[in-house]
């Protein structure tokens, strides 16, 4: 696509429950990246894919966060038994095999848990 | 030591004046250095980015990168009141491929 999408743009979800988020990256772009933004906070990387492999989970904070791709496709993060500290922005981007150019992000996902 | 700095501000600046934003970081492997702006409630959006010690300038935005010093720096030149905005800077730190952005500085262009 022309852009990263990303989907919901909003998600309310009660506490306990668990939640998929989608990105779509840019046709050609190999890699993917999802990062957290707390309100008010910086970017906190989570997780980075280079086509279907995930070289770096470092930044999972807890096993209740699991994300996946298919191919240089569709990413899905996952939380399992949300908790209000899940709150925040959900961002996704995409790149060329190496950040060279800088990433193209979408336009998140904002994430509330009552 | 975080491994990217930045002042949070707020700066504030009138209109049509200059804002330098600063950013060090502490890995010598960065080779690769992006300035993303982000408006309130919006994703970033990337603005400049420099890979050579120097300055790059593209439009009224001047990069500069020092790498010896672990410093960059984005100058805005004839702030306009649009360009109020949080700036993230973004160094490749070599860890193949993410980038690590620091906590951003908040810019308020006074008309």
């Known amino acids: 696509g022309a852009g990263v999408s990303q989907s919901p743009s909003n998600k309310v979800t009660e506490k306990g429950k668990d939640v998929e988020l989608r990105c779509d990256p840019i046709s050609g772009h190999t890699a993917l990246y999802w990062y957290r933004q707390r309100l008010g906070q910086g970017l906190e990387f989570l997780i980075y894919f280079q086509g279907n492999s995930a070289p770096d989970k470092s930044g999972l904070p807890s096993d209740r966060f699991s994300a996946e791709r298919t191919g240089e496709s569709v990413s899905t993060l996952t939380i399992q038994r949300t908790q209000q500290e899940d709150s925040a922005v959900y961002l996704c981007?995409?790149?060329?095999?190496?950040?060279?150019?800088?990433?193209?992000f979408g336009s998140g996902t904002r994430l509330t848990v009552v | 030591q975080k491994e990217v700095e930045q002042n949070s501000g707020p700066l504030s600046v009138p209109e049509g004046a200059i804002a330098s934003l600063n950013c060090t970081y502490s890995?010598?492997?960065?080779?690769?250095f992006f300035w993303y702006r982000q408006y309130s409630g919006k994703s970033p959006e990337l603005i400049m980015s420099?890979?050579?010690?120097g300055d790059k300038e593209d439009g009224r935005f001047t990069a500069q990168l020092n790498k010896a010093s672990q410093y960059v720096s984005l100058l805005i030149r004839d702030s306009q009141p649009s360009d109020s905005a949080t700036y993230l800077c973004a160094p490749d730190m070599g860890q193949g491929g993410k980038l690590i952005f620091g906590q951003g500085t908040e810019l308020s262009v006074k008309p």
């Open positions: 420099i890979y050579s010690n």
């Open positions: 890995d010598r492997v960065s080779q690769s």
């Open positions: 981007a995409s790149s060329y095999p190496t950040p060279d150019y800088g990433y193209t």
